[in-house]
């Protein structure tokens, strides 16, 4: 039982259930965007829904659909929250200031002074 409670109690596994929970919620906001997006291209060239359209009686105007949504909600997603964090990130990266490297005579006094402290064979 003990196993058990130190399993549960990780902090990842905390964390993978929050990550889920907002998830679920972020899926909502992405969802309810891309129906915006959607109508506004309906505005443009007429509704992008193919719900009824049943060729040959194979209902393959929910998939058409559908696949339609998975491109606009991908796209959302990439240029609205991936390509953010990125340049976000590489912002962050730029402003941390990174170690100088070391010059030459730095380099050669570290070669010497391994060379030194080799046993002489």
């Excluded at 109690?9 to 889920?20: T, Y």
């Excluded at 696949?67 to 730029?94: C, D, H, N, Q, W």
């Excluded at 941390?96 to 006094?109: G, Q, V, Y």
């Amino acid at each position: 039982m003990k196993g058990f409670k130190d399993f549960l109690m990780r902090g990842n596994l905390i964390e993978l259930a929050v990550a889920f929970i907002l998830g679920g919620a972020f899926s909502t906001v992405v969802k309810s965007f891309t129906a915006v997006i959607m109508d506004l291209l309906g505005k443009i060239g007429g509704t992008p829904n193919f719900s009824g359209w049943v060729p040959g009686g194979v209902h393959v105007g929910a998939f058409i659909t559908d696949v339609i949504s998975f491109f606009v909600m991908s796209f959302v997603i990439y240029f609205g929250l991936i390509k953010p964090v990125e340049i976000a990130t590489k912002k962050l990266k730029r402003t941390k200031e990174e170690p100088a490297a070391p010059t030459t005579a730095e380099l050669l006094i570290e070669i010497r002074d391994e060379l030194r402290s080799r046993p002489i064979q």
